[in-house]
């Protein structure tokens, strides 16, 4: 096996980013995961040198470029290809030389267990002090596993992150250095993978707690094809308004307690607003439901800037919250709000929410159970192109907080999840005629570790990153220092 990859170390990288493309972002196959980084691991811990590491980065480049280009259609742009492909690759380019260096000076274990740490290390820093969010984290590839998505109860993504990537270093150390030298970081791998697996079973065999509530997610009557066609010309929106307040009209009419657009829902002028908003108090004390209005204030054409936000409208016709979208999607143009989303108290319990993107960062789900709710409503927009994984990283904020969600989306999937994860409803927008989705959820969140000590365990993984990487430094320096005397 070490002859092979010193041999056949190109075929290798190769084989390896096919497997990060084919388990990552949409069209993805997901069990490969847990070994995907193997063959890009296995030939630089047999050897380095810069030739290794110039064909690495170039493979990496390329398929990371393709990773990204499957998720784009119409109507995103191949612009946004190379804006998140080239952090992506210098990502990981950077995690896969420190941690087979540490293997070949350090030792085996180091370099197999320093590959999830820096993984999930660099993941924490993308979604925290980045601009690109949780996209690409390695929890993400087991969305369809809803038993292991349970982990993030307890540690977030970041857990499952861990896990997942360990399983790719540790049969890459299988295959240079044999079962054998290895048995005992095997058996512990099970015995961790297994008992995630049961945790996750007993979590799943519990009720949400509390008492239902009827919510509803009403779609626009436009797509995200049309929609900078109604930014160009605001009068196309007008035309469909009626349509968005009838489908409002009709999610009551089934018996919803709320009623909540997607992301931008429709575009108006600022001097639009005022009676835009009489008109949905008017809706909401007529048939005594809360409707949570996500629209856009235009603000500029050229370039494009708007307000993207949500007025909550209570059933009384009062605003209990006016939000603004906290993370935009970098080039979409909304202005960047900075107020947290409050939490809106039911006999049933309290309810909060935010904007689409912004549930790709961790720290919103967790400002929003940490105000009391155990419901978010969460207005959207996606594209094909990112349907279903976008609801399902909403979804698995859910599961780590133990919040119920409602995520009403244009041009893809709307869903409805219990704190377990565990679909309630959904609707396909390109297959429903009628534009309503309705749902019993709770709003009483199930405690979670992660909800009380969130990434905790980041920072755990930086640490140990850290020393190890002091440790390499430090090893490499002795080495020539006795070179030299």
Sequence with gaps: MRTFMKERFILSFILGGALMALTS???????????????????????????????LFAVLLIFMHLTVAKIVVAPISYFMVPL???????????????????????????????????IVTFEWIQYTYSDQSAWGAMALTQTQNLSLMQMGSLFGIAGLSYLVALGSSLFAGVLVEGIKRLRWDIIGFVIVFAAAHLYGEVRLAHDAPGTMMRVAAVSSPFSAEETMAVINDSRLAREKDALLFSRSLKAADLGAKIVVWNEAATIIGKNEEPAFLEKGKSLAKLRQVDLVMAYGVLVSRNPIKFENKYVWIRSDGSVADEYWKQHPVPGEGSIRGNKAAQAVTFPEGKVSGAICYDYDFPEIALSNVRAGAGLAVIPSSDWRGIDPLHSDMARFMGVA???????????????????????????????????????????????????????????????????????????????KRQREG
């Design 401 to 479: 907080t133990g919040m119920s969600i409602v995520r009403s989306v244009r041009s893809a999937t709307s869903f409805a999840s219990d704190p377990y994860g565990r679909i309630k409803a959904s609707m396909r927008f390109y297959e429903s005629k009628e534009g309503v989705m309705v749902a019993d959820v709770t709003a009483v969140a199930v405690p979670t570790v992660y909800s009380k000590t969130g990434d905790i365990f980041p920072l755990i993984t930086a640490a140990f990153s850290v020393f190890a990487v002091f440790g390499l430094l430090i090893h490499r320096w002795k080495n």
């Design 25 to 55: 972002m949409r069209f993805a196959v997901q069990p490969l995961a847990w070994i995907a980084y193997t063959p890009l691991l296995a030939p630089l811990f047999v050897e380095g040198g810069k030739k290794r590491l110039w064909w």
């Design 84 to 118: 998140f492909a080239i952090p992506m690759t210098f990502g990981a380019f950077l995690t896969i030389v420190l941690a087979t260096t540490a293997y070949r000076n350090l030792g085996i274990r180091w370099g197999i267990y320093l590959l999830p740490a820096i």
